[in-house]
């Protein structure tokens, strides 16, 4: 519940902060436009008449000055000063180094005392 909660927060927010409010707005005044001009005209005069832009409706000339109002604002700028605190450099004196030692192996096997085992008996 709470995971889909959240990414339905994100996608709106996703879309305000991409404009997509407006585009919203704008096509509910397109869809109310066509319902209004369908009443006196045909379909495609009314789609014809909401299109061409010599009538606009209210709602369309309040999208239209929000979007104005919204490229004229100049984003912040945010300007922030670091400052660090570096530590002291020192130097890291290299690996001392030592002569690899390995256990002498002999090549010589040792000669076998002790007899393999005789077999178990077959069972009959």
Known sequence: MF???????VLLAAVQILGGHWAALQTAAWI?????????????????KTFDGAHP???CTVVKKGQAEEQKQEP????LKTEAVLPPIFAVPPPRSAPW???SVSR???ARTLSPPTPPPLAA
């Open 101 to 103: 030692k390995f256990v």
């Open 57 to 59: 409706c209210v709602l």
């Open 3 to 9: 995971l889909r909660l959240s990414r339905v927060l």
């Open 108 to 110: 010589r096997a040792t």
């Open 32 to 48: 109310g436009m066509v319902a209004n001009y369908t009443q006196t005209d045909s379909l495609g005069a009314a789609i014809a």
């Open 76 to 79: 912040v700028k945010i300007v």
